[in-house]
């Protein structure tokens, strides 16, 4: 009898087994397509040109390294840094990573601060005025970057509106153009908007509720924003500053327009020695450094999501 009963328990347990096991291979054929599009159409391009930058010039890197100026080739099997010797070696390299860091952070602080004054401004009192500087915040992601940028440099040109403006009462303007200062406010113009969208959901997902029992047991605005609005939209917050800083620091449209010529943030940097001095290996050295730096930012995005999925119990 226990035998019979065993058997039967095992043919249950094994009826059950299939569905599930087809389950996940439903889900994993359904994940498939993604993940081979991303490893062929960027996954393998990485790779061949890590290779290359190390000096391994054969391969799908040998049109490249026939055509291109300077080009370090690897020994053998044994990888050459010449290449990053180049790129780390040169003092226009420095003054362009300094460059583009302090208008990542720049633009990254402008954007939290304005996202965040409009989101805590539309969480706390509402009404008409929070609702239109809402809208105008996101006013730009329907302008194209090339346009903004465009107009951004003839704003703050010297014979722009701003220079006409202090003219006409006997000033002189700040000249912005072709300076930091106008890619820092076009950075911030382009990158404002999503920011506002994630900062005001996280904001706006916050019950009313916690908000009213503080103000009851006597707490302050201040206190409020600090203590309950701020750590509970913390993960929308810093994702909002992950993916502004990530889009300044590979930017190139809007330094590439309103920006100096030297230094220059590296976006334009590695393009210019692709295009302009046809060195593809020091330029692919520079994509990987912009790499890293994004890398680093990203995992604060990284660490936003498992805290979250901890505090949901997923993980």
Known sequence: MSASTAQREARTAVRRAHPARRTAVAGFLLALPPVVVIAVFVGVPVVTALAFSVGFTGGLNSVIAAVGQNVHRADGLVPTLAAYGDVFGADDFWQNLGLTLGVTAASTLIVLALAGGIG????????????????????????????????????????????????AVGLDAPVWAFTPVAIIIGSAWTSLPFAVLMITSGLQAIPDALI?????????????????????????IVIAVTFTA??????????????????????????????????PQQSIVMAFVVFV????????????????????GRV
């Open 293 to 312: 730096a994004a890398s680093g930012i990203g995992a604060l995005y990284v660490w936003a999501n498992f805290r979250s999925a901890r505090r949901e």
């Open 212 to 236: 009213e029992a503080a103000r009851d047991a006597g707490a302050g605005t201040v206190r409020i924003v600090r203590t309950i609005l701020v750590p509970m939209s913390a993960v929308p």
């Open 120 to 167: 805590l401004f539309l969480r706390l009192h509402g009404g008409r005025l929070a609702r239109v500087l809402s809208a105008v915040a996101i006013v730009p992601l329907f302008i194209p970057v090339v346009i903004a940028s465009w107009a951004i440099l003839t704003f703050y040109s010297a014979d722009g509106f701003v220079s006409s403006l202090f003219a």
């Open 246 to 279: 990530i889009g300044v620091i590979g930017s190139y449209t809007v330094p590439y327009f309103t920006g100096p010529n030297a230094p220059t943030m590296l976006g334009v940097a590695l393009a210019n020695s692709f295009t302009s001095y046809n060195e």
